[in-house]
């Protein structure tokens, strides 16, 4: 979490350091191994050493340039380093958020997160982000609130037309406007779409 960001009322989680330490020495052993297997044969180990640091390449650039920054009002993704996708979702328009831990990684604190949104069937997908509980817990709360605060929204607006509309009753019962300009009120206040 940057403690800047908690001014702004927003969390940034990042991609788990100690996954990303795993990964590279994997490559790194794996990489050495076949180097070590090739032989004498110098063509096939320049050619495993290119592949192995174009991974270390790729794990690197793909932990730097990884971010999810839960924000009060949309949730923020940052992926890619080349052709970098930098995105805002609404709550609302997030639909589920899973995730997917493996055995080292409840040892470790990291894991996979799927964020679901309209109609989209695969999901977004952030590999080995750290403490993924914690961001699914945060994500799921925000979702709730952004829920929440619609349906009062909606439920104020309803209140409203109707207590403006109980002003107007009494105007019209009082005299001070006609039954016509009281119906133009009710049809203006009760239609959906008063042009209409």
């Not at 908690?6 to 180097?35: G, H, P, Y």
Request: aromatic fraction near 8%; glycine fraction near 6%.
């Amino acid at each position: 979490m940057d403690t800047n960001d908690t001014q702004n009322d927003t969390m940034t989680f990042k991609m788990s350091l100690v996954a990303f330490l795993v990964e590279f020495i994997a490559v790194i052993a794996i990489a050495s191994l076949l180097v070590f297997l090739a032989g004498p044969n110098p063509a096939i180990a320049v050619l495993l050493m290119v592949i192995g640091l174009s991974l270390m390449i790729g794990l690197t650039t793909r932990y730097i340039f990884t971010s999810i920054m839960v924000g009060k009002n949309y949730l923020e993704f940052r992926k890619g380093w080349i052709l970098t996708s930098k995105q805002q979702i609404p709550y609302d328009n997030i639909n589920s958020v899973g995730m997917n831990i493996d055995i080292i990684g409840r040892v470790l604190n990291y894991g996979n997160l799927k964020i679901s949104t309209g109609n989209d069937v695969e999901g977004i997908w952030f590999k080995t982000m750290d403490r993924p509980e914690e961001l699914k817990n945060l994500i799921e709360s925000c979702i709730e609130k952004s829920n929440n605060t619609d349906k009062s929204k909606s439920t104020g607006s309803k209140s409203s037309d109707a207590d403006e509309l109980k002003k107007f009753a009494e105007l019209r019962d009082k005299g001070i406007i006609t039954k016509e300009e009281f119906d133009q009120k009710k049809k203006y206040l009760l239609d959906d779409d008063p042009n209409t």
